[in-house]
Structures are given as structure tokens and as C-alpha cells.
């Protein structure tokens, strides 16, 4: 019996290697076309293998040994992995265009309405049209800047919470969830995430559903195995949370029908003015000139804003706080310059008060480069393409790995380590011209929520630097917090971040 196996298994061994070698052969070798490395594949599921628990550090890992540019096999689909900041520039810059689709799956479009929300739109008239309207009318600066008041409410209504409790553990992870649920729904929605029924409702559903998008799955990759995916029930999941989902947006876009917008977006009682659905149902109702959107292009725009905006800002906000308590030197330094300038008791911290605070800004930098909350983002290759001597064929799938960037040794010295000041005489920044730093993207592409994301983020951190000292619970020292990442849509920290607020400056 037990030759019998040693045999079974020798037979498994041996077809495993011939499809292993078969599969590189046909891959490295065809005719004159330059493909980029790769590491040997598996049969039928390619590369999906390496995948591992956190893709960013399995690839980044893989990129060590086969290069910043490596030609993978996700099942039958070819994927073109970046690690380094210089083509990244390639894709992001030079043949961004040709780089500006967004790969065609199954799974999304179960949820973003057969890929009609700007994240997954591909490339074309339609993509402009939405994306503009997403620049111009949600979040061009002056809305921006009209969110403001919302936006110090709601860390005024944080940081009296955190007074409340001062000297005993809060759950940060938790606290910011909220503030950021409350922020995104009150300019979504015009009320607050705990406050409106649908909101609350739509984000928990919102976040399972994206946490199961986040999975690669092998009947994504490999069509003939799409049936794993219809057995394991992961489909039906996903038709349930499309149903949920859109029923909670019929029921808020009814819901500001009702109550009726003028055309300025503002409600008629006036209590919350400016909110995303209102300012979309005026576009709808041709209210404003020159632009028009339909009923389920304004559903996909929605879902964008409250999915890709709320779990980003966050995960940003859990890993700068972490980094701040393992390193109390950056803290203090943090504090005193935050201090100095809020000179004088005053409580209240603007805009122009921001500009000013160029370490709190070195901080934010520093906390993109080692946590890019979207670790990895993807885009797809529209026609074929020479990169940097390789043959990159159309629909190959690409894949950024900001977070391998934020480690590339040509661009970082020390990279393990959490170091403010090298962005203290630099002019390097994450807008999209940096590409060492690319947490929003870069290109046509780029993170329109950049400039709503980055303030809110200065905001929050600042007023808690200002008005609290920070501490472990029980004396743990700051190198003892654990920072295990978890794996998603972004990287956050796995376990909550409990501390205590030690000291408040009022
Ligand atoms: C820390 C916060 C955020 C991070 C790190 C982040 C990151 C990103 C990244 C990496 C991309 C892909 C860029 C590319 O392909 O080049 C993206 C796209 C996008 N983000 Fe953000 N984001 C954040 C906040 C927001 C916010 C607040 C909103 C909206 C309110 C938003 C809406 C979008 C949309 C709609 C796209 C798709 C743009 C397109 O494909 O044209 N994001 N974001």
C-alpha cells in the first residue's frame, strides 16, 4: 500500500514538472516577442499560488529575485507587477493612456452595476464624462473647502468623546470608523453615518462586500472553473449584497426626491446643504448646464464615494497613529511644532494654521510610503505596448505595488524605518508627480478624493497631537504594539489600536 503512494505521488511529481516546464516554455519563447521575467507557473492556476496571505509582500518578495517588472499568470489571465518607482513612472506617465483601462472582471460587476462606477469604468467618453463630474462638481475645491464645517464638527465631537474618557484605553480603530463613516455620510448624504438608518446600512454592507471582492478567486482567473464560485455560494453572496446595496441608494435617492432640491443642490429645509445626492439628482434633473448624468451611473458614483473614501482615510489614520506611539520621539517633535504654532490657547485649527505645519505633513508622507492603505491598485494595458523593451500584450492585467515603491533602495535610504525628516528638505509629495510616493496614483487615473482625503486627514491628526498625550495601555512601551497587517481592499493594522490619552492641552 504504502509503494502504491510513493508511486501515485512520484507520477503527480513528475506531470506537475512537465506542465511547470511546458507552461514557461510557451511563455519565454514565442517567436520574437520579449516577454518580461517570470517566475515558473503551476498549471491551470499559474502564478495565483504566490499570492500568499498579504499579495504586496509575497510579490514584493518575488520581485526581489525577478526584477521591478515581472510577468505573472493569474490562472489564464497575463499580469504585469511593478515594484519600482521608475516604471511605475513608465505606466503612470509615459504610456499612461495607452495604461488607462481598468481590468474587466466578474466579481465587481455583480456590485458596481456592470462596472459603471468610475473606479472600474474602462477608459472613454463615458469614463470623462463621470470623472468630471466627480472632479468639478463633488470635489473641486471650493466644495471641498464647503465641507470644512462638517469636517470640524464632527473631530470637535471626537475629541470631546476622547476628553470625556481621558486617562482610561479608547479604541482609536473604532472611534476613527465612525468619525470618518459620520464625515463621508454627512457629505454623501447630508446626515450622520450613525444617525441615518440607510447610511449605517449601506457602509456595513459596503465593507463585507468589498472584503469579499478582495478575494482572488481561482473562478475569476480561470473561466472554466467558474463554477467553484457559483458552488462555494461566493456568487450568491455577491448578487445578495448587489440587491442590498442598491436597494439602500433607491431608498436614499427617494428619500431626497421627497424632501426635493433647488437647483443649487441645497435642501429645501436647509439643515444639510451640499451633499453629494443632491448636487448628482440636480445634475439628473438637468439642473445644472452642460452636464447630465443617468439614474444608475448616479447609484455607481455614490457607491464610489462611500467605498473607496471612507476604509482609505481610516486605514491612513490607524497606521499614522500606530507609527506615532512606536516612535515617541516623532510624537513629541510632532506635538511641539503643532503646539507652537496653536500659540496661545487657541483651540480651533484652520486651514492657514496647516499650511504651516510642515512636520505634520512629513509624518502623513512618511506614513504613505510604509502604509499605502491601497497597498496594490490596478490598471489594464489597452493596446499593445513596448515598456521598457518588453512586449506587453492588450488586456494584460497591471498591478502597482505601492507598497514594494515605498521600500524601492533606489529611491529610500533605510526603508524599514520610520523616518519623517527625509521629507523635511524635500520637495517630494503624494500628488501624483513623485512616482517614489504614489498612494493616490498618478496619471488620468489619479485618486480624485486626493485633496478631500488629505485634509481630513492633516485635520484629525492635528487636534489629536494638540489637545492629547498619548500612551500604551499598562506602560507598554511603544515598541510593543503589535502592527500586523490584515489583508483587503486596503492593509490595515489586524488588531485595534486601544491607548490612552494621558494629558490634554486646553
Ligand atoms: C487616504 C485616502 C485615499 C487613498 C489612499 C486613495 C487611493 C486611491 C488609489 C490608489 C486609486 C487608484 C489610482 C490609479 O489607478 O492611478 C484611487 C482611485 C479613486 N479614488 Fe481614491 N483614495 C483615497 C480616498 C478617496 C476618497 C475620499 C474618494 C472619494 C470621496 C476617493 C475616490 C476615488 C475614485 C472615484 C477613484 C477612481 C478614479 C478613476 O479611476 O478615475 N478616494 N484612490
Given at each position: 500500500?504504502?509503494?502504491?503512494?510513493?508511486?501515485a505521488f512520484l507520477v503527480a511529481l513528475i506531470v506537475l514538472f512537465c506542465?511547470?516546464?511546458?507552461?514557461?516554455?510557451?511563455?519565454?519563447?514565442?517567436?520574437?516577442?520579449?516577454?518580461?521575467?517570470?517566475?515558473?507557473?503551476?498549471?491551470?492556476?499559474?502564478?495565483?499560488?504566490?499570492?500568499?496571505?498579504?499579495?504586496?509582500?509575497?510579490?514584493?518578495?518575488?520581485?526581489?529575485?525577478?526584477?521591478?517588472?515581472?510577468?505573472?499568470?493569474?490562472?489564464?489571465?497575463?499580469?504585469?507587477?511593478?515594484?519600482?518607482?521608475?516604471?511605475?513612472?513608465?505606466?503612470?506617465?509615459?504610456?499612461?493612456?495607452?495604461?488607462?483601462?481598468?481590468?474587466?472582471?466578474?466579481?465587481?460587476?455583480?456590485?458596481?452595476?456592470?462596472?459603471?462606477?468610475?473606479?472600474?469604468?474602462?477608459?472613454?467618453?463615458?469614463?470623462?464624462?463621470?470623472?468630471?463630474?466627480?472632479?468639478?462638481?463633488?470635489?473641486?475645491?471650493?466644495?471641498?473647502?464647503?465641507?470644512?464645517?462638517?469636517?470640524?464638527?464632527?473631530?470637535?465631537?471626537?475629541?470631546?468623546?476622547?476628553?470625556?474618557?481621558?486617562?482610561?484605553?479608547?479604541?482609536?480603530?473604532?472611534?476613527?470608523?465612525?468619525?470618518?463613516?459620520?464625515?463621508?455620510?454627512?457629505?454623501?448624504?447630508?446626515?450622520?453615518?450613525?444617525?441615518?438608518?440607510?447610511?449605517?446600512?449601506?457602509?456595513?454592507?459596503?465593507?463585507?462586500?468589498?472584503?469579499?471582492?478582495?478575494?482572488?478567486?481561482?473562478?475569476?482567473?480561470?473561466?472554466?472553473?467558474?463554477?467553484?464560485?457559483?458552488?462555494?455560494?461566493?456568487?450568491?453572496?455577491?448578487?445578495?449584497?448587489?440587491?442590498?446595496?442598491?436597494?439602500?441608494?433607491?431608498?436614499?435617492?427617494?428619500?431626497?426626491?421627497?424632501?426635493?432640491?433647488?437647483?443649487?443642490?441645497?435642501?429645501?429645509?436647509?439643515?444639510?446643504?451640499?451633499?453629494?445626492?443632491?448636487?448628482?439628482?440636480?445634475?439628473?434633473?438637468?439642473?445644472?448646464?452642460?452636464?447630465?448624468?443617468?439614474?444608475?451611473?448616479?447609484?455607481?458614483?455614490?457607491?464610489?464615494?462611500?467605498?473607496?473614501?471612507?476604509?482609505?482615510?481610516?486605514?491612513?489614520?490607524?497606521?499614522?497613529?500606530?507609527?506615532?506611539?512606536?516612535?515617541?520621539?516623532?510624537?513629541?517633535?510632532?506635538?511641539?511644532?503643532?503646539?507652537?504654532?496653536?500659540?496661545?490657547?487657541?483651540?480651533?485649527?484652520?486651514?492657514?494654521?496647516?499650511q504651516k505645519m510642515q512636520y505634520l505633513k512629513a509624518v502623513i508622507k512618511?506614513?504613505?510610503?510604509?502604509?499605502?492603505?491601497?497597498?496594490?491598485?490596478?490598471?489594464?494595458?489597452?493596446?499593445?505596448?513596448?515598456?521598457?523593451?518588453?512586449?506587453?500584450?492588450?488586456?494584460?492585467?497591471?498591478?502597482?505595488?505601492?507598497?514594494?515603491?515605498?521600500?524601492?533602495?533606489?529611491?529610500?535610504?533605510?526603508?524599514?524605518?520610520?523616518?519623517?525628516?527625509?521629507?523635511?528638505?524635500?520637495?517630494?509629495?503624494?500628488?501624483?508627480?513623485?512616482?517614489?510616493?504614489?498612494?493616490?496614483?498618478?496619471?488620468?487615473?489619479?485618486?480624485?478624493?486626493?485633496?478631500?482625503?488629505?485634509?481630513?486627514?492633516?485635520?484629525?491628526?492635528?487636534?489629536?497631537?494638540?489637545?492629547?498625550?498619548?500612551?500604551?495601555?499598562?506602560?507598554?512601551?511603544?515598541?510593543?504594539?503589535?502592527?500586523?497587517?490584515?489583508p483587503g481592499f486596503t492593509i490595515g493594522k489586524k488588531e485595534p489600536l486601544?491607548?490612552?490619552?494621558?494629558?490634554?492641552?486646553?
Amino acid at each position: 500500500m504504502e509503494e502504491f503512494q510513493l508511486f501515485a505521488f512520484l507520477v503527480a511529481l513528475i506531470v506537475l514538472f512537465c506542465g511547470l516546464y511546458f507552461t514557461r516554455n510557451k511563455l519565454t519563447s514565442r517567436g520574437n516577442i520579449k516577454l518580461a521575467p517570470s517566475p515558473p507557473t503551476l498549471p491551470v492556476i499559474g502564478n495565483l499560488h504566490q499570492l500568499g496571505h498579504l499579495p504586496h509582500r509575497s510579490l514584493w518578495e518575488l520581485s526581489t529575485k525577478y526584477g521591478p517588472i515581472m510577468l505573472l499568470k493569474f490562472g489564464s489571465k497575463p499580469t504585469l507587477v511593478i515594484s519600482s518607482a521608475a516604471i511605475a513612472k513608465e505606466i503612470l506617465k509615459t504610456h499612461d493612456l495607452a495604461f488607462a483601462n481598468k481590468p474587466v472582471m466578474s466579481a465587481p460587476k455583480k456590485i458596481f452595476y456592470d462596472l459603471k462606477d468610475l473606479v472600474n469604468l474602462q477608459y472613454g467618453e463615458q469614463w470623462r464624462k463621470i470623472r468630471s463630474i466627480f472632479v468639478h462638481e463633488l470635489l473641486n475645491s471650493t466644495r471641498v473647502k464647503s465641507f470644512n464645517t462638517i469636517r470640524e464638527e464632527e473631530i470637535g465631537l471626537m475629541v470631546e468623546k476622547i476628553k470625556r474618557v481621558s486617562s482610561s484605553p479608547v479604541n482609536l480603530t473604532y472611534m476613527f470608523t465612525r468619525l470618518t463613516n459620520d464625515m463621508i455620510c454627512r457629505s454623501a448624504f447630508g446626515k450622520k453615518h450613525s444617525e441615518t438608518g440607510h447610511g449605517k446600512i449601506f457602509l456595513d454592507k459596503m465593507d463585507d462586500a468589498v472584503a469579499l471582492l478582495f478575494n482572488f478567486t481561482i473562478g475569476e482567473f480561470v473561466p472554466w472553473l467558474g463554477w467553484i464560485n457559483r458552488l462555494n455560494g461566493f456568487n450568491a453572496s455577491l448578487d445578495k449584497y448587489a440587491r442590498e446595496l442598491d436597494e439602500v441608494l433607491n431608498a436614499v435617492i427617494e428619500d431626497h426626491m421627497s424632501r426635493g432640491t433647488s437647483s443649487n443642490g441645497d435642501e429645501d429645509d436647509g439643515k444639510s446643504k451640499e451633499n453629494f445626492v443632491d448636487i448628482l439628482l440636480g445634475i439628473y434633473k438637468g439642473n445644472t448646464p452642460g452636464v447630465s448624468i443617468d439614474l444608475i451611473s448616479l447609484k455607481a458614483v455614490i457607491l464610489d464615494a462611500l467605498g473607496a473614501g471612507t476604509e482609505t482615510s481610516t486605514t491612513t489614520l490607524i497606521w499614522v497613529m500606530t507609527e506615532l506611539i512606536r516612535n515617541p520621539p516623532v510624537m513629541t517633535k510632532l506635538q511641539d511644532e503643532i503646539r507652537e504654532i496653536m500659540e496661545g490657547g487657541k483651540q480651533q485649527i484652520t486651514d492657514e494654521d496647516l499650511q504651516k505645519m510642515q512636520y505634520l505633513k512629513a509624518v502623513i508622507k512618511e506614513t504613505f510610503r510604509c502604509h499605502p492603505p491601497v497597498a496594490i491598485y490596478f490598471r489594464a494595458a489597452r493596446e499593445y505596448v513596448n515598456l521598457m523593451g518588453y512586449d506587453i500584450a492588450p488586456e494584460t492585467m497591471i498591478l502597482i505595488n505601492a507598497w514594494a515603491i515605498g521600500r524601492d533602495p533606489s529611491c529610500w535610504d533605510e526603508p524599514e524605518k520610520f523616518m519623517p525628516e527625509r521629507f523635511l528638505n524635500s520637495c517630494v509629495d503624494f500628488r501624483g508627480f513623485d512616482f517614489q510616493l504614489i498612494p493616490f496614483g498618478a496619471g488620468r487615473r489619479i485618486c480624485p478624493g486626493l485633496g478631500f482625503a488629505a485634509i481630513s486627514i492633516e485635520h484629525t491628526v492635528a487636534n489629536l497631537m494638540q489637545k492629547f498625550d498619548w500612551a500604551l495601555p499598562h506602560g507598554a512601551k511603544g515598541e510593543d504594539l503589535d502592527a500586523t497587517e490584515r489583508p483587503g481592499f486596503t492593509i490595515g493594522k489586524k488588531e485595534p489600536l486601544i491607548v490612552v490619552p494621558t494629558k490634554s492641552y486646553f
